[in-house]
């Protein structure tokens, strides 16, 4: 999904058309298509029961399920399911009072590679790198962590990500510096 060649990216783009259009089957084909990602996703932003997660997934495609037809092909469709998942989780987080003042254990919150396949070797030192990618992510300061997540990891654009965040491009630039910045220093 992150590098999408032209011809997944055209079967992507009419599965969201027929989807629009009421056909179950496409959406059903679409939210497969996003499952892995929304779960990492997910993870990625602190939620550590796994009970909760696909609670959080399942409620993310209900949501899509919900506005599909709303979708305007202004962003990225990739930005628009993140940016459901990602207020579905601050909901989540306001409302549960045991995420209120939990920190992320790295440890729990690791990053999947669907592009290892059936290479044991290739996927365990991509599953270390994640790891530690993750773990230094997650001790930045939780505003440049989630800008630096969206971009570096997830590859939205900035304008996306701009959007699903509610600030301006510049504000984020400004977060990535400063986060890239202080990865420098670990």
Sequence with gaps: MLNQNPTNQ?????????????????????????KTRIYSFILSKG????????????????????????????????S???????????NHLNRSAQYKYNFVDSQDAVLVDNNVGDEPERSLVSKNAYKD???????????????LQMICIDGLSYADTANTLAISVSNLKSRIFRARKELSYS
């Design 10 to 34: 055209a079967h992507e783009l009419e599965l969201i058309k027929e989807s629009k259009d009421g056909n179950g089957s496409a959406l059903n084909q679409l939210l497969r298509n996003y």
């Design 47 to 78: 939620i550590k029961c796994h009970h909760d997660v696909e609670d959080l997934v399942q409620d993310t495609f209900i949501q899509i399920y919900k506005s599909i037809t709303s979708f305007e092909f202004r962003s990225k469709f990739s």
């Design 80 to 90: 628009w399911v993140l940016g459901i998942a990602l207020n579905i989780v601050r």
């Design 133 to 147: 990618v993750n773990k230094q992510i997650q001790q930045l300061p939780s505003q440049l962590g989630e800008c």
